[in-house]
């Protein structure tokens, strides 16, 4: 496949890589695009809260808990048609958001889309590994990763102007051009790539067993915040699709055609690069939920501004991502891995000491925000290129599955967690700060007792002095500038210590030089350099053929 995809001119390899940032990059908008439009959809359609929150779910839910599958039908029928299929059945199912004439129609056709996006997500980035040589491939991974960072911030802006400007609608039927363009480029220039394996098969039993896993995991994991810990649609979830998801694992390691192979997970990259995958992308949801929530009721952002805060984070990872993947290509990605996630929590902590309820966008956030966007660029392109490596050709699919199940499920699992420990501390440090205040004046007690269940706000007073209310509210007001610092330093935490995980853990694969690439040696000139060919297969147990000059 290597030699296939030399083989493309550079000009169909730059199209292949805008087929695939295109296909992605409507994904990601639309995991953030329909939040803003919420209440225009429950004026519209109605449905109440609960409508409101299976619009945004649905999505969530399927596009999480079948990226695995969507990764290994990429592998068994071709990472082309499963792309081009994925694609095609997301700007089809944008079609019937646009148009959905009840709540229920809009809530079954979002879950639609999540199975679609599952689809074409992993495809889109194997297609970018059999497309791409390996010297190559960091720096087309690093273009396809910034653009998937500017599509998520993206989508609160694009909806938020649409919404304005025409209708909620508008959202879901932006999606329709660009997925027909994208179809346009799939049938043009992606190539065909391997033969289908005859002897491949769907693993059903698998395939159901982890999507119900991660589905049970994923839907408990999002009810968490509006239930608690022990309400039953919680625990109950949780503990089925763990069971369910173990059951996986299980069947896995006994069945003749997996769907998931675990030798994978014996590859030293592969298992690393996924577990600082997992601290990672974990660090990274929990700065943005908090950071955007914190500075819109705490510091008094509206959403847009809130919003478009961070586009520094996306502007440097757009110049610098494609950048730094090239580097790894050539160095290898263990710096890259180790330091990068090391700067970044050293751009998070900045903001955790920067940051307080009076918020100076330039004074306060910039410097904290460029620190962690050179960190975090540093990292994304040879941190997914390493996990991708690690796994074969035939494997790609899956690899690039795990890997975006991996981030997602992170970012979910670190908010439920962390947002539970930040609620404690929010509760904790107010009744520090309000002491008697609160003791002898039951329309305080209620209204302290409301905050504590939405913390990082503000507490809503009626009926009582001002002194007692200016007290209340900056008893809130330090409560939630300490709870936003936990949350922060939990972050940085777990950030840094993927910078330490890929310092130690990250391999460097060998590099060859081909025997062909200086047939004369040293006599006759300086040899190609060595640090710009394709990784060694000496780590995957295989031996480079040495090519010997033909004799005259």
């Known amino acids: 496949m290597e030699a296939a995809a030399g083989g493309l001119s550079a000009q169909r390899k730059r199209l292949v890589l805008v087929a695939a940032i295109l296909g992605t990059t409507v994904v990601t908008v639309d995991s953030t695009v329909a939040n803003v439009a919420l209440p225009a959809i429950a004026d519209d359609l109605g449905g109440g809260l609960a409508g409101q929150q299976w619009t945004a779910n649905a999505y969530l839910v399927t596009l999480a808990s079948l990226l695995l599958i969507g990764g290994s039908l990429g592998d068994i029928f071709g990472e082309r048609r499963v792309f081009a299929l994925g694609v095609v059945g997301f700007g089809a199912t944008s079609l019937i958001c646009a148009v959905a004439p009840t709540i229920e129609i809009l809530v079954g056709a979002r879950a639609l889309q999540g199975i679609?996006?599952?689809?074409?997500?992993?495809?889109?980035?194997?297609?970018?590994?059999?497309?791409?040589?390996?010297?190559?491939?960091?720096?087309?991974?690093?273009?396809?990763?910034?653009?998937?960072?500017?599509?998520?911030?993206?989508?609160?802006?694009?909806?938020?102007?649409?919404?304005?400007?025409?209708?909620?609608?508008?959202?879901?039927?932006?999606?329709?051009?660009?997925?027909?363009?994208?179809?346009?480029?799939?049938?043009?220039?992606?190539?065909?790539?391997?033969?289908?394996?005859?002897?491949?098969?769907?693993?059903?039993?698998?395939?159901?067993?982890?999507?119900?896993?991660?589905?049970?995991?994923?839907?408990?994991?999002?009810?968490?915040?509006?239930?608690?810990?022990?309400?039953?649609?919680?625990?109950?979830?949780l503990a089925a699709g763990a069971l369910l998801f173990a059951s996986f694992l299980v069947w896995e390691g006994r069945t003749a055609h997996p769907m998931l192979p675990l030798a994978l997970f014996r590859r030293r990259n592969f298992a690393v690069g996924n577990l600082e995958t997992f601290l990672m992308y974990g660090g990274l949801g929990l700065v943005f939920f908090f950071l955007v929530l914190f500075l819109q009721q705490v510091a008094g952002m509206s959403a847009l501004a809130a919003?478009?805060?961070?586009?520094?984070?996306?502007?440097?990872?757009?110049?610098?991502?494609?950048?730094?993947?090239?580097?790894?290509?050539?160095?290898?990605?263990?710096?890259?891995?180790?330091?990068?996630?090391?700067?970044?929590?050293?751009?998070?902590?900045?903001?955790?000491?920067?940051?307080?309820?009076?918020?100076?966008?330039?004074?306060?956030?910039?410097?904290?925000?460029?620190?962690?966007g050179v960190?975090?660029?540093?990292?994304?392109?040879?941190?997914?290129?390493?996990?991708?490596?690690?796994?074969?050709?035939s494997n790609a699919g899956i690899a690039s599955g795990v890997n975006n199940a991996i981030a997602r499920m992170a970012s979910l699992v670190a908010i439920a967690a962390v947002g539970a420990v930040v609620t404690a501390a929010f509760g904790?440090?107010?009744?520090?700060?309000?002491?008697?205040?609160?003791?002898?004046?039951?329309?305080?007690?209620?209204?302290?007792?409301?905050?504590?269940?939405?913390?990082?706000?503000?507490?809503?007073l009626s009926g009582v002095p001002g002194p007692v209310a200016r007290k209340v509210n900056?008893?809130?007001?330090?409560?939630?500038?300490?709870?936003?610092?936990?949350?922060?330093?939990?972050?940085?935490?777990?950030?840094?210590?993927?910078?330490?995980?890929?310092?130690?853990?990250?391999?460097?694969?060998?590099?060859?030089?081909?025997?062909?690439?200086?047939?004369?040696?040293?006599?006759?000139?300086?040899?190609?350099?060595?640090?710009?060919?394709?990784?060694?297969?000496?780590?995957?147990?295989?031996?480079?053929?040495?090519?010997?000059?033909?004799?005259?």
């Open 307 to 372: 919003g478009s805060s961070t586009i520094p984070v996306t502007i440097l990872m757009f110049a610098l991502s494609m950048r730094f993947g090239a580097l790894a290509d050539r160095h290898g990605p263990r710096f890259f891995m180790g330091v990068g996630p090391l700067v970044a929590a050293c751009g998070i902590g900045l903001l955790a000491w920067r940051v307080d309820a009076d918020v100076s966008w330039a004074s306060d956030l910039l410097p904290g925000l460029v620190v962690f």
């Open 116 to 237: 679609t996006g599952a689809l074409l997500t992993p495809a889109a980035l194997a297609v970018i590994v059999s497309t791409f040589p390996p010297d190559e491939r960091g720096r087309a991974v690093g273009a396809w990763t910034a653009w998937g960072g500017i599509g998520t911030v993206l989508g609160p802006i694009v909806g938020g102007q649409l919404v304005d400007a025409a209708s909620w609608r508008w959202i879901f039927a932006i999606n329709i051009p660009i997925v027909l363009v994208t179809v346009m480029l799939i049938l043009r220039v992606v190539p065909e790539g391997r033969e289908r394996d005859p002897d491949a098969r769907v693993d059903v039993v698998g395939a159901l067993l982890c999507a119900s896993g991660l589905a049970g995991v994923t839907f408990g994991l999002i009810e968490q915040p509006l239930n608690g810990w022990g309400s039953a649609m919680v625990a109950l979830p």
């Open 428 to 460: 904790t440090k107010l009744d520090h700060e309000l002491g008697a205040t609160a003791g002898g004046r039951p329309a305080v007690q209620k209204a302290v007792h409301e905050a504590k269940k939405q913390p990082l706000g503000r507490v809503e």
């Open 474 to 552: 900056q008893g809130a007001e330090t409560a939630s500038v300490h709870a936003f610092h936990v949350g922060l330093g939990i972050g940085t935490a777990l950030v840094a210590l993927g910078g330490v995980l890929g310092l130690i853990g990250i391999v460097n694969p060998r590099r060859r030089v081909e025997a062909v690439d200086c047939p004369g040696g040293q006599f006759v000139g300086q040899p190609r350099d060595a640090t710009r060919q394709s990784p060694c297969d000496w780590d995957q147990g295989t031996i480079p053929t040495v090519a010997l000059p033909e004799r005259a």
């Open 375 to 393: 960190g975090l660029s540093m990292t994304v392109a040879p941190l997914t290129s390493t996990v991708l490596a690690d796994a074969d050709d």
